[in-house]
């Protein structure tokens, strides 16, 4: 890996109010880049002062959506230290995405350190207040300049950075979920495992229409026969239906959360029956007639847990435990983001040490 050259920004923002931060508006002073050029190689990784990218108005990127991105988070424990939740699996999973886009590999290795010399770089960026964090944002894009489909020759590995808030003000609480029936997010052999723009560009017309009908998401629904559980707007998707706890199986058309693999490592730790599994919303609707459906919730970064109060599906409306929080969508949730902060004992290794501040 060569060494990381180093251009620092010249005015250095004011910080936001840390009680009042929006998700994903705010960035720090920094940001990485690394170039990719056919024959050289990723090369001439630097960090440089945030700010506009000047492209090529050819750049595939523009006009193929040759995209991947990733997302994870860094917090500030009581004690100050700063840590990354797993940055490991997004470095896998940012591969995975990469092939299925043709676009080269990277240095798993490498993506992490590069994680942290930004962090380094802006660590004052990186919030103390309660359920604050910073969201990390890596991504690569097709450059060259050439209107034709095929493989670009060029491309752009960047790091940008946001501090954000605690993704539910007063806690987390329920939301209603639409389940989709027209549209669909993606079918086998598509790109729906792999975190691509455009399995977003795709979604977002349904995603306007639920939040028209006074939905927080969509929950798709597989998209050969519409009957299969898939994933929620940016989110999996976890049910507790009999005292069982199910999601559904990664069958190549859903995103393999780091979220959901942690999720389900603590439910196997604790004892609790789960599965993966092909789930069909008609046995979600049944579980539910019959007073089955016990708890749902989405998995993700950014909330991390988000409960599912409610879900409409055609002319049905499911109340889901009348609409609070269930007992182990809490667990959870206070669970993962106790070990993201520090404050719960790390016995799974999930924690990666960026910087520690040094008492004198
Ligand atoms: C990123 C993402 C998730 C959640 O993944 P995490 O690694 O848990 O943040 C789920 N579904 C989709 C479609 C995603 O893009």
Redesign the pocket.
Known sequence: MSAIRFEPSSSLKPKPDESNLEFGKTFTDHMFLLDYTEGKGWHDPRIVPYGPLTLDPAAMVFHYGQAIFE??KAFRSKDNKILLFRPD??AQ?MNVSNDRLSIPEMDEEAFVEYVKALINVDRDWVPSAEGTSLYIRPFIMAVEPCLGVRASKQYVFAIIMSPVGAYYKEGIHPVKISVESHYV?AVRGGT?FA?TAG??SSGIKAQEEAKHGGFAQVLWLDGKEHAYIE?V????IFFKIDGEVVTPELNGS?????????VIRLLNDWGIPFSERRISIQEIYEASQQGKLEEAFG????AVISPVGELHWLEHTMKINEGRTGEISQKIYDTITGIQNGKLEDSYGWNVLVHEDVKV
């Open positions: 997302g994870l699996k997004n999973r997010r729906g975190k399995n977003y994933e707007g940016s989110m999996n859903i995103l393999a959360g780091v979220t959901r693999d942690s998995t993700g970064t950014a």
